[in-house]
């Protein structure tokens, strides 16, 4: 017999997998999503949140870059300026949409430590809901902040098992799960010590995985680059960090994974596309697909340019697909330093 949730997981893998193309993360919170409006001077209402995703995700072109898109619950039910459900929208367009569960975070203990596990309660009815929606992939983010205590073993422990949790339920009901175990790029730390604490998250991440029995042919890695600390003295190099994360990533994620998709994490636009570029041009062979996962880096610049005002729709939308361009050419290695003068 066909196992069908095996079938529709390996479908989704293949729609979602392809050199030369991303995933947009356009999985902001209210919470996030008003920080970015109150940026340029907008307020936060539940339209001025629609007519953001309508900015980003009716970009003419965006199918030739973006293969998937994870959307935020509040954005499943909402029109494009056409009147045609977001999830809906980006299906024509051959575009998965995808959806983020976890329901953020909250403290744990007295170092500044956060947890996800809220969502995980009542998840297979969610996905249930959400597939009924059209999204057939979901993302889960858990954080790990580096400071003089932290991360914990607790957390390190806590999250593996929680996005092996998740993992594993998405995979049930027929979703492929991205799991996101985010290392902060907040604080003063150097390359060598975001190399450790990612080493250790990824070997634990990977054990909760086999013991929860997740397949990893069907999941998706985004993770964080092995990068100095955003307030660190002499930041390492593009080339160093390409260098780092690629050779971290060889050493400890399984060969039958399908793909990682970097989370940007605070990088600028033009360093995570070169980055993400460097890790293309080393002349190293991956077992995997390796591409991007971005929120900010692909989102930024086109929020600036719209500032909430329909006169800059069109030019904040170019702004937008210039940046999914150069990234879709960085998974190539064919990006270039020159051609952010094109815009
Ligand atoms: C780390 O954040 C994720 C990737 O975005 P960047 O490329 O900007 O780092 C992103 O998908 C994030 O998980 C969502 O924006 C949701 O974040 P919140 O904080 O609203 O849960």
């Known amino acids: 017999m066909v196992n069908l949730t095996n079938e529709e997981l390996k479908q989704t893998i293949k729609e979602i997998v392809t050199v030369g ?39 003419p072109g965006i199918e030739k870059y973006i293969l998937g898109v994870i959307l935020f619950e509040e954005t499943l039910s909402q029109k494009s300026n056409d009147g045609v459900l977001f999830p809906e929208f980006l299906a024509k367009l051959g575009i998965v949409p995808g959806i983020k569960v976890d329901k953020g975070l909250e403290d744990i203990n007295d170092k500044d430590e956060q947890i996800t596990t809220k969502g995980l309660e009542g998840l297979g009815e969610r996905l249930e809901e959400y597939k009924k929606m059209g999204c057939r992939f979901a993302k889960w983010r858990v954080v790990y902040l580096i400071s003089k205590n932290t991360p914990s073993d607790e957390i390190i422990e806590i999250n593996a098992q929680d996005l092996a949790r998740y993992a594993k339920v ?98 600028t636009p033009l360093e995570a596309t070169a980055h993400l570029n460097r890790i293309h041009t080393l002349g190293k062979e991956f077992p995997w697909n390796v591409s991007f996962s971005y929120a900010r880096a692909l989102q930024g610049p086109a929020l600036k340019v719209w500032q909430g005002k329909d006169e800059n729709l069109l030019a904040a939308q170019k702004a937008f697909i210039f940046r999914a361009k150069l990234n879709s050419l960085a998974t190539k290695g064919k990006y270039k330093e020159e051609m952010e003068e094109e815009v």
């Open 21 to 59: 193309k991303g995933i947009l993360a356009a999985d902001e919170s209210v919470k996030t999503a008003t920080k970015r409006l109150v940026a340029i001077n907008t307020e936060s209402t539940e339209e001025t949140r629609r007519q953001y995703r309508n900015m980003i995700l009716t970009s």
């Open 170 to 267: 998405c995979q049930e009901h027929g979703i492929v799960p991205i799991i996101e175990p985010e290392v902060l790029i907040d604080g003063t730390h150097s390359i060598d010590k975001s190399e450790e604490v990612n080493e250790k998250v990824l070997i634990k991440v990977f054990e909760a995985l086999e013991e929860e029995e997740v397949d990893i042919k069907t999941l998706i890695l985004k993770t964080s680059m092995i990068i100095s600390g955003n307030q660190a003295n002499n930041r390492a190099s593009v080339d160093e960090v390409a260098k780092r994360t690629a050779q971290l990533l060889k050493k400890v994620v399984p060969p039958e994974l399908p793909s990682i998709n970097f989370l940007s994490g605070g990088q």
